[in-house]
């Protein structure tokens, strides 16, 4: 084999190789290190952090973490987003503000239920929009 051939080969099989490992958004799942799901987002990963014991429609949190590679920080500063929770026949929306140095923070009314999904969209400051969807607590989520 020539070492132009080889070396497509090789960048080939390697590229393919990091997209499987990290995922598309929807296909990872993760649990993340403030016990929340795990998934990406673009370049960055968010970790949805709701409540896991409400079992009434009330008030509650609704908290993203963002990083980059599953561990470095990025500020949130500036950022603005929405989560957009589901659940059962209800709908509720969050306004997400920066709250700490990587993480954004809001409030909803939902009650914790294995069927909700949420979409979550984040600017951060200066950056396009990025979105990704949680089934936060699906049995094989969590």
Not at 8 to 21: H, P, Y
Not at 94 to 123: C, E, H, Q, W
Not at 124 to 138: C, D, H, M, W, Y
């Amino acid at each position: 084999m020539k070492p132009l051939h080889a070396l497509i080969l090789a960048t080939g099989i390697f590229t393919s190789t990091a997209l499987l490992a990290h995922g598309d958004g929807q296909a990872q799942s993760a649990k993340g290190p403030n016990g929340g799901q795990l998934h990406q987002a673009g370049v960055y990963d968010y970790e949805l952090v709701v409540a896991k014991d409400s079992r009434e429609v009330k008030e509650n949190p609704v908290m993203v973490y963002v990083t980059v590679h599953d561990k470095d920080k990025v500020s949130t500063a500036g950022a603005t987003g929405n989560a957009t929770i589901l659940a059962g026949k209800l709908k509720a929306i969050s306004t997400l503000k920066p709250d700490g140095d990587n993480r954004m923070k809001g409030f909803a009314k939902y009650a914790s239920a294995a069927d909700m999904k949420v979409v979550v969209s984040i600017t951060l400051n200066g950056k396009a929009a990025e979105q990704t969807r949680f089934t936060p607590l699906a049995r094989s989520g969590q």
